[in-house]
C-alpha cells in the first residue's frame, strides 16, 4: 500500500513538473521565438487569434510570470491547449485525438513484442552461454541497439518499400481506398509493417542485453545453486528461479528506456510518413507550431508516466517484498 | 600491469577502441584525406558515385565523400564533448546523492527520478526548437541536460554501496573532508563505473546528436553526419536513387555508436567479476 | 556396516587465468551407513570445495581434476547429468553455508517444499506434500503458520532451519551440512544438530558436516577428519581425537577451545596465517607455523596420510617413522 501511494504521488509530482516545463520552456529561450512566430503569422492569423496567441506566449507583459503560469493551468484543466497553427483553425485537442490512435497502436505493440522477445532471446543467451549463437546474439544486439532509429527506417523504407515495393512508401493505411471500418484492417495492418519491425529490431536488443546480465547476475546467486542442488528439472530453474527473479530488474529498465523508445518511434514515424504523433511533432516543428509542440510533449510526458504507473504496478505484483517495504 | 593486459585481451574493448581510434585519426587528418572542401558547390549535382566522387555528389553539387570526412570532425568533436558534460553532471549529482544521503540524497533523487521519466527525444525537441539561434551549442547543452539521470542513478546506488566500506568510515573518523573522501577514497574504486558511463553517455549523445540534426535542429549548415542525413532526406535522396547519400553516414552513425556501447559493455564486464565468463 | 561414500584421491580446485589452484589434494574419505563425519577446519582450507565436490557442485571456474566419488559403489563424477540429477536430493542432499539466500525470494516456503518432492517422489498430490512439509517444520522448530511465508518474512535463523528441512524432506541416505549452524545461537544450535542426531539414528542416514567449530563435532560427531591447506591432516574417531590429538595443527586447534568446566588455562591460538592456496610452501604445508617442525625434514618432505593408532590417521612428519607397515592410503 505504501509502495502504491508512494508511485501515485511521483506520478502527480512529475506530471506537475512536466507541465511547468512546458509553461517554462518558451519563457526561457533567448531570441525571443514568439516574436519570430508572431512575425511569421502575422498576415495570417486573425487579430484574436494573435491576441490569444501573445496571451499565450507571454509576450502580454501586463500580466506577471505567476498569473501567467496559473492561468495556464486553468487552461490545461479546461481542456483548452490552443489552437494549431499549421492546422489552423483546427484546436489542438482534435489534431492530437486524430493522430494519437496511430501512435498508439504503433508503439504500443512495438514495446511489447520487443520487450517480450527481448526478454526471452535474453534468457536463451544467458543460460545457453557458450554456444556459439547465445554468445552471437550479444554483439548482434548491441549493434542494432546502437543503430539510429531513423537511419534504420531509412534503410527499410528504401530496401522493401522502394526498391522491392512490396510495401507502401507511406501513410498509415491506403487513403485512396474506399473500404470502411474493419475491411480496412488488412490495409493498416500492411503498413504498419515496417514501421513496426523498424521499432522492434532496434528495441528489441536493449532489453535482450539486459535480461541477459540479469540473469547471469542471478545465476551465481545462492538460491539458484540450492535448486540445481535440489536435482530440479532444467526448465524449471530456468524460469521459475532464475528468470522469475531477473525479469524484475528488466521491469525496472522498461520504464526508463520508455522514453527512448517513444522517442526514437517519432523519428520512425517522420521516415514512414506515418501519420502518428511523431509526424505531426515534426510538421509542428518546421513551421514552428508551438501550441502543437506544446501539446504533444505534455501529452507524450504524461503517457510515459501512465505507462510507468502502470509498470510499477505489475512489478508489485511480481516481487512480493515490495509490499512489505517501508520497513 | 595485469588491468592493461586485460583490457588488450578484451575483445569488445578492442574493437571498440580500434574504432574510436580509427574514427579520430579520419577527423584529425580530414583536410589530406578528402579531396575536396566539404562546402564546394562546383560540382555537377546528383552524381552517382564515381572516381572522382567516391560517394558521388549531392542534390546541391557537393562531394559527398568530403563532406562525409569532414563531417566526422564535427559529429565526433559533439558526440564526445555531449557525452562528457553529461558524464560529469550525472557522475556529481550520482556522488553526492550517494555519498550525503539524507534530504540531500532525497531532493537529488527526486529530480533524478523526474528527468528519467521524461521522454528525452521530445523534451529536447522542445527545447531545441525553441532556440533559434543556429549553432550546435545549444544540441550540446539539451542533450546534457536531459540524458544525466539514467548513469546519476546507477553511480548513486554504486557509492550507497562503497561509503559503508570499513576504509570509507576509517577515513571519515579520521576526519578527512568528505570532499577528499568523495574524490580521493571513494573515486579510485568507482572508476570502473564511472568510465562504462561515460560510453553510455557518449552512445546517447550520438544517436540523440544525429536524431536532432536529422530533425533540421542545431545548425543545418555545420557539416555533421546528422546534417548530411537532414540534406538527403530534404532532397528526397532514397527516392532519386541516391542511397549512398542516406546510407553512409547512417552507417557510420551506428558504428561509432557501436564503438561506444562495446567499451561501455566491455568496461562493464571487467568491473563486474560476475558478468566475466 | 557397509561403506555408503568412498571419496578417492579427489582433488578439486579452481581455474584461474594464472593457473590451477587446487582447494582439495589428494583427498581420501570412507563414509559408512549412518556415520556422522565431521570436517574441521579454518575458512579457506578447502572444505567447501571438497563438499560442492562430491555433491557434484562445483561450477566454472570450479572443476575436480582427478579422482572417484563412489556412492553406493557408483562413480558419481561419470554420470550424466540426467543420472545425478536422480540422485540429487532423494539420495544426497546438502545444506549450503550461509542459507540467508538459498531461498527463492519470489516463492513461498511451501512451494519449495512442493517442487522437490513432486520432482522426486513418485506423488502428485498436495496433501501428502503438506503432510511432509509440516512434519519438517515440527522437526526443525517452526510454526505451520510460516510455510505460507515468503523468504524475506523469515529472520536468518529461520531461514536456516528451512533449509535444513527442505533438506531432509526426501529422507535421503546422505547429508552434508556446510556450517548449518553459524547464524544460529548456541542454544537453537545444539537443539538442531541434536534433532538432526535423533533423525539419524531413527532413520539411518549418513551426514558430512562441515565446521570451523571443532568443539560442536567433538559431541556428536563419530569421526572427524581435520583438514588444512586443501589436504586431511588427521582422522580419527571424535573421541579418540579430543583425547589424543596427533597432529600439531588438531593439537593447536583444541588448545584453542575452552573447555565448559575445570580450571581456567591461558588459550592458545595458532600463530601465522594459513597460506593462499595457489602458493603454498614446500614440504608440509603447516610447517611455517608448527611449533614442532623439524628443519630439514618438514620444509622439503610433504607428509601423507599414515595410521598411527588403530583407526587413527594423521599426516605428520614427527609420526613417519614410527608408523610401520599401515597402509599409506587411509
Request: aromatic share 0%.
Given at each position: 500500500m505504501r509502495y502504491l501511494l508512494r508511485r501515485i504521488g511521483f506520478l502527480l509530482f512529475t506530471g506537475w513538473a512536466a507541465l511547468s516545463i512546458n509553461f517554462i520552456v518558451p519563457h526561457l529561450m533567448p531570441g525571443n521565438p514568439a516574436q519570430v512566430m508572431l512575425a511569421k503569422f502575422q498576415g495570417r492569423l486573425s487579430p484574436q487569434a494573435l491576441a490569444a496567441l501573445t496571451e499565450a506566449f507571454g509576450l502580454?507583459?501586463?500580466?506577471?510570470l505567476f498569473v501567467q503560469y496559473l492561468e495556464y493551468w486553468k487552461r490545461i484543466f479546461s481542456g483548452d491547449l490552443g489552437v494549431s497553427l499549421t492546422y489552423y483553425p483546427s484546436k489542438v485537442t482534435a489534431v492530437l485525438a486524430q493522430s494519437v490512435p496511430w501512435t498508439l497502436g504503433l508503439v504500443g505493440s512495438a514495446t511489447v513484442i520487443a520487450f517480450t522477445v527481448g526478454t526471452l532471446l535474453g534468457i536463451f543467451s544467458a543460460w545457453r552461454r557458450g554456444s556459439l549463437l547465445a554468445d552471437g546474439l550479444v554483439p548482434a544486439a548491441l549493434f542494432f541497439n546502437s543503430i539510429p532509429y531513423f537511419w534504420l527506417s531509412l534503410m527499410v523504407l528504401y530496401l522493401f518499400a522502394y526498391s522491392l515495393g512490396r510495401f507502401p512508401l507511406a501513410g498509415g493505411y491506403d487513403i485512396y481506398s474506399t473500404a470502411t471500418g474493419l475491411a480496412k484492417l488488412p490495409s493498416i495492418i500492411h503498413h504498419a509493417v515496417l514501421p513496426l519491425s523498424t521499432i522492434v529490431i532496434t528495441a528489441l536488443g536493449g532489453w535482450l542485453l539486459t535480461m541477459r546480465n540479469n540473469m547471469i547476475s542471478v545465476c551465481s546467486d545462492d538460491y539458484v545453486a540450492f535448486a540445481y542442488a535440489k536435482g530440479l528439472p532444467d526448465r524449471e530453474i530456468k524460469y521459475r528461479y532464475a528468470a522469475r527473479n531477473a525479469v524484475l530488474p528488466s521491469l525496472t529498465g522498461f520504464s526508463m528506456s520508455l522514453g527512448f523508445v517513444i522517442g526514437g518511434s517519432l523519428l520512425t514515424e517522420v521516415v514512414f510518413s506515418y501519420p502518428g504523433i511523431g509526424y505531426i511533432l515534426y510538421q509542428a516543428v518546421t513551421s514552428l507550431d508551438y501550441p502543437l509542440m506544446q501539446a504533444i510533449f505534455l501529452f507524450i510526458s504524461l503517457a510515459v508516466l501512465v505507462a510507468n504507473f502502470f509498470t510499477d504496478l505489475v512489478y508489485a505484483l511480481l516481487d512480493p517484498r515490495v509490499k512489505d517495504e517501508g520497513d | 600491469m595485469g588491468k592493461a593486459r586485460r583490457i588488450l585481451r578484451n575483445k569488445k574493448a578492442l574493437t571498440g577502441a580500434a574504432i574510436l581510434v580509427f574514427l579520430t585519426l579520419v577527423a584529425v587528418f580530414a583536410p589530406v584525406i578528402a579531396p575536396y572542401g566539404p562546402n564546394e558547390t562546383r560540382f555537377l549535382p546528383g552524381q552517382p558515385p564515381s572516381r572522382e566522387h567516391l560517394l558521388g555528389t549531392t542534390s546541391l553539387g557537393q562531394d559527398i565523400f568530403s563532406q562525409v570526412v569532414w563531417g566526422t570532425r564535427l559529429t565526433l568533436v559533439v558526440g564526445l564533448v555531449t557525452g562528457s558534460l553529461c558524464a560529469a553532471i550525472s557522475t556529481t549529482i550520482g556522488l553526492v546523492a550517494g555519498y550525503f544521503g539524507g534530504w540531500v540524497d532525497e531532493i537529488l533523487s527526486l529530480i533524478t527520478n523526474v528527468f528519467l521519466v521524461l521522454p528525452g527525444l521530445p523534451l529536447m525537441i522542445i527545447i531545441a526548437a525553441y532556440i533559434t539561434v543556429q549553432s550546435v551549442v545549444p544540441i550540446i547543452i539539451v542533450i546534457s541536460i536531459t540524458g544525466w539521470a539514467w548513469g546519476a542513478r546507477v553511480l548513486r546506488s554504486q557509492m550507497m554501496t562503497l561509503k559503508n566500506r570499513d576504509y570509507v568510515k576509517a577515513a571519515v573518523i579520521a576526519g578527512e573532508s568528505p570532499l577528499r573522501i568523495i574524490f580521493c577514497e571513494i573515486f579510485p574504486n568507482m572508476l570502473g563505473l564511472i568510465v562504462a558511463n561515460f560510453f553510455g553517455a557518449a552512445l546517447y549523445a550520438v544517436l540523440s546528436e544525429a536524431g536532432l540534426e536529422f530533425l533540421g535542429l542545431g545548425n543545418v549548415n555545420a557539416v555533421t553526419w546528422g546534417t548530411i542525413l537532414y540534406w538527403a532526406q530534404n532532397n528526397q535522396a532514397i527516392l532519386m536513387g541516391q542511397w549512398q547519400w542516406m546510407v553512409v553516414p547512417g552507417v557510420l552513425i551506428a558504428v561509432l555508436g557501436m564503438s561506444f556501447a562495446l567499451l561501455n559493455f566491455a568496461v562493464d564486464e571487467m568491473t563486474n567479476p560476475r558478468l566475466r565468463r | 556396516m557397509s561403506v555408503l561414500l568412498h571419496v578417492e584421491n579427489l582433488s578439486a580446485g579452481y581455474v584461474q587465468p594464472e593457473g590451477r589452484v587446487l582447494a582439495a589434494r589428494n583427498i581420501n574419505l570412507q563414509l559408512a551407513e549412518g556415520e556422522f563425519m565431521g570436517l574441521a577446519g579454518e575458512s579457506g582450507c578447502g572444505k567447501t570445495t571438497l563438499a560442492y565436490a562430491i555433491a557434484g557442485l562445483l561450477q566454472p571456474p570450479g572443476r575436480v581434476f582427478e579422482g572417484k566419488v563412489l556412492f553406493n559403489g557408483r562413480?558419481?563424477?561419470?554420470?550424466s547429468q540426467a543420472e545425478m540429477r536422480k540422485v540429487r536430493w532423494k539420495e544426497m542432499s546438502i545444506v549450503m553455508q550461509a542459507s540467508m539466500n538459498v531461498l527463492n525470494p519470489v516463492m513461498r516456503v511451501r512451494h519449495q517444499f512442493y517442487d522437490v518432492l513432486r520432482t522426486h517422489s513418485e506423488r502428485h498430490d498436495p496433501q501428502y506434500f503438506d503432510q511432509v512439509a509440516l512434519e519438517m517444520f515440527r522437526l526443525v522448530g517452526i510454526s505451520p503458520e510460516y510455510l505460507d511465508a515468503y523468504p524475506h518474512q523469515l529472520s536468518g535463523g529461520m531461514k536456516q532451519r528451512v533449509a535444513i528441512a527442505i533438506a531432509l524432506a526426501l529422507r535421503p541416505r546422505l547429508v552434508i551440512l556446510d556450517e548449518p549452524t553459524t547464524a544460529l545461537d548456541v542454544v537453537i544450535q545444539r537443539s538442531i544438530l541434536q534433532q538432526i542426531d535423533s533423525l539419524r539414528s531413527e532413520l539411518g542416514f549418513s551426514i558430512i558436516m562441515i565446521t570451523h567449530d571443532l568443539s560442536l563435532l567433538v559431541?556428536?560427531?563419530d569421526t572427524i577428519a581435520v583438514m588444512y591447506a586443501g589436504c586431511v591432516v588427521e582422522r580419527a574417531p571424535a573421541e579418540e581425537l579430543y583425547r589424543d590429538p596427533h597432529h600439531p595443527y588438531t593439537q593447536g586447534l583444541m588448545r584453542s577451545f575452552p573447555p565448559l568446566v575445570g580450571t581456567r588455562q591461558r588459550m592458545h591460538g595458532i600463530p601465522g596465517q594459513p597460506p593462499n592456496l595457489a602458493s603454498l610452501p614446500t614440504g608440509c604445508p603447516f610447517h611455517p607455523r608448527c611449533p614442532r617442525a623439524m628443519p630439514g625434514r618438514c620444509n622439503v618432505m610433504t607428509p601423507s596420510l599414515q595410521e598411527v593408532k588403530p583407526h587413527h590417521y594423521a599426516a605428520c612428519l614427527l609420526y613417519a617413522d614410527a608408523s610401520s607397515s599401515a597402509a599409506s592410503q587411509a
Open positions: 502580454n507583459t501586463d500580466k506577471s | - | 562413480d558419481l563424477l561419470e554420470l559431541e556428536i560427531a
